[in-house]
C-alpha cells in the first residue's frame, strides 16, 4: 500500500537561505509523485511532478526535487527563499499500477515560514 | 484554460440539514476527484469519477454522502444530515487520465462549517 511521509510539520528559513522539505514514500509498485503547495484558505497548486522520466524534476518558482529510489525519498529544495514562499507544502503520490492509480495518498503537510 | 472551480467557497449550515457542493472540472478532462481535509492534515480520498462512472468510494464515505457527475462534466456531493463532524474543507480535482501520467489540478475548495 502507498503512504507518504513528510518529515517535520514546520520548517523555518531565513529569506535567501536554502528551503529544504523532507518526504518519504512507502509503495510496493513505483510511484508517481507529486509536490503541491496551499496557501491559506485555497486549494492546492501543482508545484512540479515525478512520472518515472528524470529523476530530478524542476517545478515552478525554482522549485526542484530528486527521486530518490534507494532511500525511498522525493524531497523539494529551493536554493534561495523568498517571502512568498510562505505556505503548506505536501507531497502526495499514488502507485503507477493496480486499483490505486490516480488515488493520491498525501503527507501531513510542512509549513514553511520564511523569516526577513 | 480555466482551471477548476468550485461552488460555493464556504457554506456554514446547521447540523442536521443538507449540503450540496458544485465542482466544475477542466474542460476535457475526463476524471474528477473529491477530497476532504480537515485542520492540520493533508487531503484524504473521497471519491472518483472516470466520465459519468463512479469508479471509487473511499469507506470515509458514509452513506450521508453521495456524489454525482452526470453527463461527465461538472459534479455535484450532498451530505445528508449534516454533523459536526462532516466539518472540512472539501476539494474538487480534475485529470486527463492517460497511460503515463494522471496528474490532478485542484479547484480552490469548498469550506463547510456544522453548527
Known amino acids: 500500500a502507498q503512504s507518504v511521509t513528510q518529515l517535520g510539520s514546520h520548517v523555518s528559513v531565513s529569506e535567501g537561505a536554502l528551503v529544504l522539505l523532507r518526504c518519504n514514500y512507502s509503495s510496493s509498485v513505483p510511484p508517481y509523485l507529486f509536490w503541491y503547495v496551499q496557501y491559506p484558505n485555497q486549494g492546492l497548486q501543482l508545484l512540479l511532478k515525478?512520472?518515472?522520466?528524470?529523476?530530478l524534476v524542476k517545478g515552478i518558482n525554482g522549485f526542484e526535487a530528486e527521486f530518490k529510489k534507494s532511500e525511498t525519498s522525493f524531497h523539494l529544495t529551493k536554493p534561495s527563499a523568498h517571502m512568498s514562499d510562505a505556505a503548506e507544502y505536501f507531497c502526495?503520490?499514488?502507485?503507477?499500477?493496480?486499483?490505486?492509480?490516480?488515488?493520491?495518498?498525501f503527507g501531513q503537510g510542512t509549513i514553511l515560514t520564511v523569516h526577513p | 484554460d480555466t482551471g477548476v472551480s468550485q461552488d460555493p467557497r464556504h457554506k456554514i449550515t446547521k447540523r442536521g440539514q443538507n449540503v450540496t457542493f458544485r465542482c466544475d472540472p477542466i474542460?476535457?478532462?475526463?476524471?474528477l476527484y473529491w477530497y476532504r481535509q480537515t485542520l492540520g492534515q493533508g487531503p484524504e480520498f473521497l471519491t472518483y469519477f472516470q466520465n459519468e462512472a463512479q469508479l471509487e468510494k473511499s469507506r470515509l464515505l458514509s452513506d450521508r454522502f453521495s456524489a454525482e457527475r452526470p453527463k461527465g462534466s461538472f459534479s455535484t456531493l450532498e451530505i445528508q444530515r449534516t454533523e459536526q463532524g462532516d466539518s472540512a474543507m472539501y476539494l474538487c480535482?480534475?485529470?486527463?487520465?492517460?497511460?503515463?501520467?494522471?496528474?490532478?489540478?485542484f479547484g480552490p475548495g469548498t469550506r463547510l462549517t456544522v453548527l
Open positions: 480535482a480534475s485529470s486527463f487520465r492517460s497511460a503515463s501520467t494522471d496528474t490532478q489540478y
Open positions: 474542460s476535457e478532462h475526463n476524471r
Open positions: 515525478y512520472t518515472s522520466a528524470a529523476t
Open positions: 502526495a503520490g499514488y502507485a503507477a499500477g493496480g486499483t490505486s492509480y490516480g488515488k493520491l495518498t
